[in-house]
């Protein structure tokens, strides 16, 4: 094996130690969605049904993981079904089989371990001819959410990587169109992400059409036209079997009307202090910076990414259990953080030509990546929304202000908080990151107005 492929290897070994090293200890648990997306795979391998009622009341694997082994309660079922898709749980099956929930937990890190290969296969198409793309690849699968989220029992990062791929895959590269063997397997990819929750029925169908089915053969258009909409009927056929309606069991109560509060989530998926994406990984703030090169350099990609991103992150925004409920901080971005490297690559391919400030720029934001990574692998407070006493660490604090011991008025003043709908628009703090991020995209965007030499990506049309 080569020495490229052992680094793009390293984040999932590291993330499947973290994984082992949890569960032997007791740290991190199951909890909030995550045991009745276990129930699921539980019924069908236990009674070969979806009916999950049964298994809430008996002495599952699952049960026995929760602390002081007490049975989930049955708060996710209508009609004797689960209210989460049933995508996941299938996935898991063989693993949960073999291994119980560690098994299931190994073998989504060991999935979302393959999150590196894919952005190297990206950036060689962004990079070609350079040594960047291993450098990039690893450096965003040592972070977040790649590590401590990697065991999570949860769709979105095994959401967030398929729409990647699919995305990804439209960059320019020496070869001419998908093979048959690659386009069955982006249809039947495209096919699965409803599945696995229905809010990415709406990214997929962006994909699907923005792509124009990909292969460029009209009996391969046909083909995955085909098996999308067998999905789509297989699911509405499962959604009006278990729960009576074929969008499934989804309540209008979900979502909140409220701008003012979509807006705090919203910036908060991006700035809050434990929720934002920028503040787990600000090495996707070099995106930022990037965004305008995508756009100029790839405008209909960076248009199907934009609306996919949108179409996650904006419900996301909306949803009344604000930022994912009882489970790890920012799990709302995590179906939606690898878009990032898109435009991450466009900032890299821009300032290679400068490569010391290059390589600063890569080195500062690994060690803050490391400074969070050494706070959060530490059991603590502040790594889920909620605990048991109703309230998280993260509130007052996180990582870094933890990790450099800033008194507590420090913390309030430094540190972006998007909690308070009343408030959030008064913070300074929450100004000043405001203001960075459009400071950012502006730079990129006179940085392009700049540029003199034409692009060497083609733009897609």
């Not at 049955?74 to 689960?82: E, K, L, P, R, V």
């Not at 720029?361 to 690994?366: D, P």
């Not at 990546?369 to 603590?380: E, R, S, T």
Request: with cysteine.
């Amino acid at each position: 094996m080569r020495p490229t492929s052992l680094l793009l290897l390293l984040p999932m070994t590291i993330s499947l130690i973290v994984v082992v090293f949890w569960h032997t200890h007791g740290t991190n648990p199951i909890t909030g969605d995550e045991p009745h997306y276990l129930l699921v795979a539980e019924s069908l391998l236990r009674d070969g049904d979806l009916e999950v009622i049964n298994n809430y009341r008996a002495d599952t694997p699952v049960a026995r993981e929760l602390p002081g082994g007490a049975a989930p309660p049955d708060t996710h079922t209508q009609g004797g079904h689960s209210i989460h898709g049933v995508g996941l749980p299938l996935l898991l099956l063989p693993a949960y089989a073999l291994g119980g929930v560690l098994g299931a937990k190994l073998w989504l890190a060991l999935l979302v371990g393959l999150a590196p290969l894919a952005i190297y296969r990206a950036a060689r198409a962004i990079l070609p001819g350079t040594r960047w793309p291993t450098a990039i690849a690893v450096l965003i699968g040592l972070g977040q959410p790649f590590v401590s989220a990697a065991g999570q029992i949860y769709p979105d990062r095994i959401a967030g990587l398929i729409m990647f791929w699919l995305i990804a895959d439209r960059l320019p590269s020496p070869r001419e169109g998908l093979g048959v063997r690659a386009a069955w397997i982006n249809a039947l990819l495209l096919a699965y992400l409803p599945w696995l929750h229905l809010k990415f029925l709406l990214p997929a169908a962006i994909i699907c059409l923005g792509h124009r089915l990909e292969t460029g053969r009209r009996g391969h258009r046909v083909a995955t036209l085909a098996i999308l909409a067998a999905s789509l009927f297989g699911l509405g056929l499962y959604n009006q079997w278990a729960f009576g309606i074929p969008l499934g069991p989804y309540q209008p109560g979900d979502i909140t009307a409220s701008p003012a509060q979509i807006g705090m989530i919203f910036l908060g998926l991006h700035i809050d202090r434990m929720q934002g994406l920028f503040v787990q990984a600000p090495l996707f703030l070099l995106g930022v910076f990037g965004l305008a090169f995508f756009v100029a350099e790839n405008k209909r990609l960076a248009i199907i990414a934009g609306l996919a991103y949108l179409a996650v992150i904006l419900p996301h925004a909306a949803h009344t259990n604000w930022y994912g409920g009882t489970s790890f901080a920012g799990r709302f971005f995590w179906a939606t953080a690898l878009l990032w490297c898109l435009p991450l690559l466009s900032a890299v391919r821009h300032l290679r030509t400068r490569p010391r400030l290059l390589l600063g720029l890569l080195i500062v934001a690994a060690l803050a990546q490391a400074i969070f990574l050494a706070k959060v692998l530490i059991p603590n407070g502040y790594t889920y929304n909620t605990t048991a006493r109703g309230a998280a660490n993260w509130l007052g604090s996180n990582p870094y202000s933890d990790f450099f011991d800033l008194p507590a008025i420090l913390r309030a003043q430094l540190l972006p908080s998007f909690r308070d709908v009343d408030t959030y628009l008064r913070s300074p703090a929450n100004w000043a990151y405001i203001g960075l991020l459009v400071g950012l995209g502006g730079a990129g965007y006179c940085a392009r107005r700049r540029r003199a030499d034409p692009p060497d990506l083609i733009e897609m049309g």
